[in-house]
């Protein structure tokens, strides 16, 4: 209409301080926000923290993504999405409030001159679009919370991996010492009456997950069937397997600080939810909680299945109980398995709290999404139950019992002995290609009986002197293996993940090795 106002003021009728004002505070944000992630990368590059700088550099990945929702959000809010038009019949479903609130509003709607309704207005998309972007900084925020609270109750296992190199340790779980399984500490914790009952044994690790979390018996006592499983005598004697849990769950920090496509699909299930007569409210947010408890009692039952295990060989044992890393004792055979557990729990907790705050900001209290005070309590109270469950209880328990499957990580090796392989490989490959023999390839052999030795200077000498070894095999921190070690490809293959660092070492293709070669073996000096 010709007397018609315009909906807003233009850039046109403002003044060109106040545009040139906007615009330098918000370059400025971008330019502090930029270099502030810019120098975490050069000091976690300082720090050689591998896994963290990949997880930083996902962090980032996610801001791109989200600028690019919002470009295209802001391209087709006010065109393409905002003249959609469907029947009113189909406009009135599945709405967030009662029809008594929201028909008794009018609102500018283009699409009624044609009989139907906008499907979503530009408005509508605009807040879609905020939402979006707080609860991408929520899950993160949320996450890296939740690793460090974690990281910090897991502090105190460094004094306990310092007491397996003192003579006390030493001599009370000296191999030669012979004690009845059910006398040890670790038996008495785990090897009881209720430990052959499947539902007594449930409702024990339930409540035994809160007092407390990791016994020390435990971790000791896994600490020592994990080295006595996958390491020689020579390796275990100065291996800190408190490193490497520690190396372990910073790799598992870059799987759950990302945001995958099936948690995006999660989301808009979420958003579902929130329709009027559903009362999400009152059960949606104890979802995450029901997981976060079933397992910690799931890790809790490992223990104990590992425990009676033992006492099902022999009622006397040597030293220590030794348990036995195994896959069969998680879901699915797969350790893994647990961790999208714990990611899922993370994100369906990081949206309750989005949701939360976006809609309280936006739109108040009381609104269509919190017509009841208990609504808030309730999202705000199991947030920050499921923070400190899965900070101080779920993720120490994960970061310990997960190391009990059948293969290692990749994170045994250090960083110098992963570069070093990558170059062996691109170097072994180089050869092959250019049509030469190499060094490097005869120490692949088809003698199943003897297997050759590989020993090549940038593995055997890689960066001595960064790893602090001296001549023992020990520095001023201790190493987290073996001064020496033999592969083979057995060996190699029980090593979770190995493939994605140096290929497929079982089965090469035939641009790396020969495809008659059966054993593979390397010995370096420098190690995880």
Not at 159 to 181: S, V
Not at 341 to 352: C, D, K, P, S, V
Request: proline share 5%; with cysteine; charged share 20%.
């Amino acid at each position: 209409m010709a007397g018609e106002l315009p909906k807003e003021k233009t850039l046109a009728a403002t003044p060109t301080w106040a545009v040139a004002a906007f615009f330098f505070v918000i370059v400025a944000i971008s330019i502090v926000i930029e270099k502030i992630l810019h120098h975490a990368e050069l000091w976690l590059k300082k720090k050689r923290k591998v896994a963290l700088h990949e997880a930083l550099g996902k962090i980032k990945a996610e801001l791109m993504l989200l600028g690019f929702i919002s470009l295209l959000l802001t391209m087709t809010q006010e065109t393409a999405l905002s003249d959609i038009c469907v029947p009113k019949k189909v406009g009135d479903s599945w709405h967030p409030c009662k029809e008594d609130v929201y028909s008794k509003k009018k609102y500018h709607d283009p699409c009624l001159e044609k009989g139907k309704v906008q499907l979503v207005s530009a408005y509508g998309i605009h807040q879609l679009h905020i939402f979006i972007f707080v609860l991408a900084l929520f899950h993160v925020v949320y996450c890296v919370v939740t690793y460090i609270l974690g990281k910090l109750k897991m502090g105190k296992w460094k004094a306990w991996e310092d007491e397996t190199q003192t003579n006390e340790y030493k001599f009370y779980h000296d191999p030669e010492r012979f004690r009845f399984a059910r006398e040890t500490s670790f038996g008495r914790r785990h090897l009881q009456f209720w430990s052959r009952s499947s539902l007594l044994l449930w409702i024990v690790c339930f409540f035994r997950q809160f007092f407390p979390s990791v016994a020390k018996v435990d971790y000791l006592t896994l600490r020592h069937g994990f080295v006595s499983e996958h390491l020689p005598p020579q390796i275990g004697a100065t291996f800190d397997f408190q490193v490497y849990i520690n190396k372990a769950l910073e790799e598992d920090f870059k799987v759950i600080v990302g945001i995958s496509p099936a948690l995006w699909f999660c989301a808009v299930l979420f958003l579902l939810t929130n329709t009027n007569g559903w009362y999400s409210d009152f059960w949606l947010p104890f979802i995450p909680l029901i997981i976060v408890l079933l397992v910690g009692a799931k890790l809790q039952v490992i223990i104990t299945k590992m425990g009676t295990r033992v006492l099902d060989k022999g009622d006397v044992v040597r030293g220590s109980p030794l348990v036995h890393p195994n896959d069969d004792l998680f879901w699915f055979r797969r350790p893994s398995f647990i961790l999208f557990l714990i990611h899922f729990a993370l994100f369906e907790n990081a949206f309750q709290l989005a949701f939360f705050a976006w809609s309280w900001l936006k739109f108040g209290y009381p609104s269509c999404y919190h017509e009841h005070l208990e609504d808030m309590i309730i999202r705000i109270v199991m947030g920050v139950v499921i923070q400190v469950l899965c900070s101080y209880v779920t993720l120490p328990l994960y970061a310990l019992v997960t190391q009990m499957g059948s293969n290692m990580k990749p994170v045994i090796f250090s960083d110098d002995v992963v570069l070093a392989l990558r170059s062996w490989q691109a170097t072994a490959n180089k050869h092959v290609n250019e049509g030469r023999p190499s060094a490097i390839a005869t120490t692949f052999s088809s003698r199943p009986t003897s297997p050759m030795r590989m020993s090549p200077a940038y593995l055997r000498h890689s960066r001595k002197r960064s790893s602090g070894l001296d001549s023992e095999g020990r520095g001023g921190e201790r190493a987290s293996a073996s001064p020496s070690r033999h592969y083979n490809i057995q060996d190699l293959n029980k090593i979770d993940g190995l493939s994605e660092i140096v290929g497929d070492v079982e089965n090469p293709t035939p641009r790396e090795v020969d495809t008659s070669s059966s054993e593979f073996s390397f010995r370096t000096k420098d190690s995880c």
